[in-house]
T-cell receptor, first 114, second 111 residues
Framework: EPEVTQTPSHQVTQMGQEVILRCVPISNHLYFYWYRQILGQKVEFLVSFYNNEISEKSEIFDDQFSVERPDGSNFTLKIRSTKLEDSAMYFC????????????FGPGTRLTVT | KNQVEQSPQSLIILEGKNCTLQCNYTVSPFSNLRWYKQDTGRGPVSLTIMTFSENTKSNGRYTATLDADTKQSSLHITASQLSDSASYICVVHYGNNRLAFGKGNQVVVIP
């Protein structure tokens, strides 16, 4: 069964460094999402992406965040200058254009900023 | 404000027993409600989805109910197994394909 994959599974970085989190969505999906989940907190929406552009973003998704689909398979989230409070699980999700709009989640990348 | 509240926050149950998890929401405009299972360190996996007109939906030992009038949903786990230990997240789909997440019900099944 096709699934969303994410790399790395765990990323440790120093405050102020740039990180890129990678996702490979399900191949025939056209809508892509990033979410984050701070330890012990709810999953929070960051951004949605369709047709090579951001379709919606939350207030969390400020200028230090960016997303890109550099080729036909990868979908990346870049954090330019990480802060301690960026430490969280980051989930990528994708969905197709039809059906019940179900989003399929990847296993997540645990980002630890020290 | 679009909110999803779940209770209890956590519970411990004996293997083989049943349990019911609650979800209340104030989200609008409502599109559908989903229950997800999230194993530790993993992404959420969909268990059930219900639209406005559906009252109940089953997926194996999981049965979800929805009362759209009172904006309440429940997830019932029958004959729990050790593998049911996870966080169960109530997610309401609203508006232009936005998702509002609950904080999750942490279930621990013990032998």
């Amino acid at each position: 069964e096709p699934e969303v994959t994410q790399t790395p599974s765990h990323q440790v970085t120093q405050m102020g460094q740039e990180v890129i989190l990678r996702c490979v969505p399900i191949s025939n999906h056209l809508y892509f999402y990033w979410y984050r989940q701070i330890l012990g907190q709810k999953v929070e929406f960051l951004v949605s992406f369709y047709n090579n552009e951001i379709s919606e973003k939350s207030e969390i998704f400020d200028d230090q965040f960016s997303v890109e689909r550099p080729d036909g398979s990868n979908f990346t989230l870049k954090i330019r200058s990480t802060k301690l409070e960026d430490s969280a699980m980051y989930f990528c999700a994708s969905r197709s254009s039809g059906g019940n709009y179900e989003q399929y989640f990847g296993p997540g990348t645990r980002l630890t900023v020290t | 404000k679009n909110q999803v509240e779940q209770s209890p926050q956590s519970l411990i149950i004996l293997e083989g027993k049943n349990c019911t998890l609650q979800c209340n929401y104030t989200v609008s405009p409502f599109s559908n409600l989903r229950w997800y299972k999230q194993d530790t360190g993993r992404g959420p996996v969909s268990l059930t989805i219900m639209t406005f007109s559906e009252n109940t939906k089953s997926n194996g030992r999981y049965t979800a109910t929805l009362d759209a009038d009172t904006k309440q949903s429940s997830l019932h786990i029958t004959a729990s197994q050790l593998s049911d230990s996870a966080s169960y997240i109530c997610v309401v789909h609203y508006g232009n394909n936005r998702l509002a997440f609950g904080k999750g019900n942490q279930v621990v099944v013990i032998p």
